[in-house]
């Protein structure tokens, strides 16, 4: 993977934290920031998902179709269980 070096500031606080988590987990502090950068990255991605789904299922109409479809899947569970 292409690797990019940049410069950020850090307030010593927040980088001696780094340092200690980076530590504890005995990687070094370049590997640590990018895991967590990677993470942040993602779960933004994973929260404008679930934004876009909640908006897809607030529609009053596709909530009904959702309650029916649950139901009758329920049914046909529970017939494909009845004893013979």
Known sequence: MAVKKIAISVPEDVLAQVDRAAAQLGVPRSRFI???LRRVASARSDAE???RV???FADPE???EQR??????SRAVRASE???
């Open 82 to 84: 009845a004893e013979w």
């Open 68 to 73: 029916d479809t649950a139901r009758a899947a």
């Open 49 to 51: 998902i679930r934004r």
């Open 34 to 36: 990018s895991d967590v």
């Open 54 to 56: 909640n908006a897809v």
């Open 62 to 64: 596709v909530a009904r």
